[in-house]
Structures are given as structure tokens and as C-alpha cells.
């Protein structure tokens, strides 16, 4: 992608709205723009973001198991007339009419849709487990919108739904998304621990919200510094294995870890005071086993192997990746931007042309881009005619893992400055040598 002919708005000045450093950053690298309160355009540097967060998601729920689909934003409000939410949802629920006067709702979660999709086709115990997601736009009308899509109203969710006949079976489906959660959030470059939760308008008695541990979070939250350190379980990861998957979920579950809600002072105090982790923290995961809630009131049943018909165990799994976004920025920051983490940047490389115009200067740059772009990297180049300052000032901002800066001086002896974002490394090499680094 070349500079000069892409949309990437950034602000000079710090943008006054933003309370906290990841929506201060969006807003400046111009990744998002907020169209009305708590509903945001994302720009092209923040879509490509969102849309390395939303693979990695996707891969590790297929690993899992999950089956992916697409749901509608819009519901029809019988279908939560059922369920008995649709009255109990409240003022967070965006209620719309059609043109024939029927009432609709934009969807904020699909426990019933999917119920109802489940329902229509599944007849047998045989057909289950069964796991279906989708990535879809959801829509609360939250009362305190803030901090830029950490919590606005329109946003995305990665929500899969498990059916089971037994609430054995519900208990494995529980803990394979368990461990895609730890997995996921590993591989975005957070360390995310999963903490005994409330499970409020959805439901249920077992719940986990997966927590980022930041300043800047919303939640309080209470656990064993241990949890620090845990190892994530790794690719290899036998998801059909009950025992492997349930000794996962033991040792994740084996110390003191719990959101305000749930917070148990007496069990905290147990744990020995040096030990003791008592922070603020990010939401980005929440996962819940609410048993036959919604198929006893939706009657989504099946044939068990009795001949006898059973209502299924289900839970439900929500990731936020528009949060995620912004969380991976709070962890990962300096006062010269962001600095993401390979897995998510939107580039992987940026090459800094120090002197447009210059023929030396130009042909290595294009040689570079094209020669990078060949071995399937994203590369941003910097072609534009702004000042040297002013493009070190964008990469750093905008937090491109690596950039291959090409000046006049270096390039004359065939030579090229590599710069790590986050060490603020620099190392001279020759132009073979930068882009081998990259193929090789
Ligand atoms: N149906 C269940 C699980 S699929 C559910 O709705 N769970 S939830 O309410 O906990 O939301 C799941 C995830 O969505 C949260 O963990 C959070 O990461 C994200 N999320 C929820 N509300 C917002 C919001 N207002 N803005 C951004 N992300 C949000």
C-alpha cells in the first residue's frame, strides 16, 4: 500500500474526547470515527486491525470445533417474546417497527436466534455436539457509551452457541471454548485470565469472563498472581479429549480468581497476602453454561438414545473483537504510539522513503516494496513528500512492527536503517539483507 494514495487521517493534535490512551490513539491514527454517540466508522488502518483480530478468533474457534454461520443484526421481537426476554431485556434493547407495523429488535446476542435455527433441524442426539458462531454486529443501548469502542453500542461479537444432550456434554463444550479463549487471547499478545463471573441477563450459574488485567478497566477485579504465568495450552491441543480438555479448566480455575460481582473476601484473604492481585481489569471474553433455559422455553428438543425426547443443554461464548482492539493498544503503547504485536498489525513492515524524488532513493524503496509484497507481506510505503520528522512521527504512531527507513546517505552505500518499533532498535544492513529478513 502506497501512502500517498491511501486514507489514513491521522490528528495532530490529542483529540479532548478521549479519556483513555487506546481511544486517544485510534482517534489520532485515524483508525475510527465516531459517527454518533457510541457508533463508529472503522477507517481503513483500524479495519485492517479488526479484521487480523476477527482470523485469529476464527481459527481458534474452528480448531475448537465451532461451526461458523451468519446471523441477521435484526430480529423479529416474537421470537424473544418466547424466551420471555424480550420485556425483561429493558431500555438496552434497541426496539424498532417495520412498515407493517411489526415489532423488530437490533439484536444484542442470539441466544433465541440460534435456539430457533437449531430447533427447525436438529431432531437427534445423534447430530449433537453441536457449535455454531457467527462475527456479527450487536446493538445495546448502554447508558454510559465511552472510551471510544472499548464500550460503545453498536459493536462486534464473535458469539457461538453449544448444544448438547447432557450437561455432561454441555460441561466439555464449555471447557473447549475455555481453552480457544486462552489460545486466542495468547496469540493476539494478551494475557487474558479467566475470572468466576455474574451471568446476568443471559443467565446460568457457571460463567467466566476472560480479564485483562489494565488501569484503565472497567472492572475490579480479584485473583492469584500465579495466573500470570500459566502456561497456555498449546496447538496441539486435543479439543475431543475430555479429560485433557477438563484438567485444562481445573488448573485455570485451581486459584482464587473473581469480577466484583462474585468477589468472595473471606476465600481472597485465604490466599496469602504476597500472592494476592487486586487490579483493574478489561472484559474481552465471557462465557456461560445456562442449561435448558432457553430450549425448555423455545422447546428446542431431541431424541436421545432412550427414544425419548430431551431438551438440550446449551451455553453461549462471546468475544469482543472491537474491544480487543483497543485492549491490545492499552497493553501495548509508549508515549510515541502504539506498538502492535505481529500478529495484528496492519503492516508488517513500513519503508520510509527519507527523499522522494531521489532517483537512488526511490528505486531501492520500490524494490523493497515490491520484493516484500512478493513474499506475502503487508507492507505500508511511505511515498509521500512529507518531512523526515513527520514520517518517523506516523510509523511510530501508528505502531508498524518493523521500518526499513531508506535516506540518501545509507542507500549510496547500497544500505538501509532497520528500526524495531518496540526495542527503538536501529540496524544498518544492506538492501539484500532487510528484505531477506522478511523472505528468508
Ligand atoms: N450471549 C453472550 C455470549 S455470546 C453475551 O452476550 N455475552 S456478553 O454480554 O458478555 O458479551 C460478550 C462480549 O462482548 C463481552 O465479553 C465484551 O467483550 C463484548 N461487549 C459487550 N458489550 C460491549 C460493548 N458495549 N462494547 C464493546 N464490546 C462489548
Redesign the pocket.
Do not use: C, Q
Given at each position: 500500500m502506497r501512502l500517498s494514495r491511501y486514507f489514513m487521517p491521522i490528528l495532530k493534535e490529542n483529540p479532548k474526547e478521549a479519556e483513555i490512551v487506546s481511544h486517544r490513539l485510534m482517534l489520532r491514527a485515524g483508525m475510527i470515527r465516531q459517527q454518533s454517540q457510541?457508533i463508529y466508522s472503522w477507517l481503513p488502518l483500524g479495519k485492517r486491525v479488526l479484521d487480523k483480530v476477527n482470523a485469529i478468533i476464527r481459527e481458534e474457534q474452528n480448531r475448537a470445533g465451532a461451526i461458523e454461520l451468519s446471523m441477521p443484526t435484526l430480529q423479529s421481537a416474537e421470537l424473544w417474546q418466547e424466551s420471555g426476554r424480550y420485556d425483561a431485556y429493558g431500555k438496552e434493547m434497541l426496539r424498532i417497527k417495520d412498515r407493517q407495523d411489526r415489532p423488530m429488535l437490533y439484536g444484542?446476542?442470539?441466544?433465541e436466534m440460534v435456539t430457533d435455527i437449531f430447533r427447525s433441524s436438529v431432531k437427534s442426539y445423534k447430530d449433537l455436539p453441536l457449535n455454531l458462531y457467527h462475527i456479527q454486529l450487536?446493538f445495546?443501548d448502554?447508558i454510559r457509551?465511552r472510551f471510544g469502542?472499548?464500550?460503545?453500542?453498536e459493536?462486534?461479537?464473535?458469539?457461538?452457541?453449544s448444544f448438547d444432550l447432557t450437561r455432561e456434554g454441555a460441561e466439555h463444550s464449555y471447557n473447549k471454548m475455555f481453552a480457544a479463549y486462552l489460545r486466542t487471547f495468547d496469540r493476539l499478545g494478551l494475557r487474558a485470565i479467566p475470572m468466576r463471573a455474574d451471568t446476568?441477563?443471559?443467565g446460568g450459574n457457571l460463567s467466566h469472563?476472560?480479564i485483562i488485567l489494565a488501569d484503565t478497566g472497567e472492572s475490579e477485579v480479584f485473583c492469584h498472581k500465579d495466573f500470570v504465568g500459566f502456561d497456555i495450552p498449546d496447538e496441539r491441543t486435543d479439543f475431543d479429549s475430555v479429560e485433557g480438555l477438563k484438567a485444562i479448566f481445573d488448573k485455570w480455575t485451581s486459584l482464587y480468581a473473581a469480577t466484583s460481582e462474585m468477589h468472595d473476601e473471606a476465600a481472597f484473604n485465604a490466599v496469602p497476602e504476597a500472592e494476592r492481585l487486586s487490579a483493574r481489569g478489561i472484559?474481552?471474553?465471557?462465557?456461560?453454561y445456562f442449561g435448558t433455559k432457553y430450549s425448555e422455553t423455545m422447546g428446542a428438543k431431541v431424541q436421545g438414545p432412550d427414544g425419548k425426547e430431551h431438551f438440550v443443554h446449551m451455553g453461549?461464548?462471546?468475544?469482543?473483537p472491537?474491544?480487543?482492539v483497543p485492549a491490545i493498544i492499552e497493553a501495548s503503547h509508549d508515549d510515541n504510539g502504539i506498538i502492535w504485536p505481529s500478529s495484528v498489525a496492519p503492516f508488517d513492515v513500513v519503508v520510509i522513503n527519507m527523499k522522494v524524488g531521489d532517483e537512488a532513493c526511490d528505486d531501492t524503496c520500490e524494490l523493497i516494496y515490491a520484493a516484500l509484497t512478493k513474499a506475502g507481506k503487508d507492507v505500508l510505503y511511505d511515498d509521500t513528500d512529507d518531512r523526515a520528522g513527520t514520517k518517523f512521527a506516523t510509523a511510530d504512531l501508528i505502531g508498524v512492527p518493523v521500518q526499513i527507513i531508506a535516506g540518501p546517505r545509507a542507500v549510496a552505500n547500497g544500505e538501509v536503517e532497520v528500526k524495531d518499533r518496540k526495542t527503538g532498535a536501529r540496524e544498518t544492513m544492506t538492501i539484500e539483507a532487510a528484505i531477506n529478513r522478511f523472505v528468508a
Open positions: 457510541g444484542p446476542t442470539n441466544e450487536k445495546r448502554e457509551p469502542t472499548m464500550r460503545s453500542r459493536f462486534m461479537m464473535k458469539d457461538a452457541y446476568g441477563p443471559i469472563e476472560f472484559e474481552v471474553g465471557h462465557i456461560f453461549s461464548y462471546g468475544i469482543g472491537t474491544r480487543l
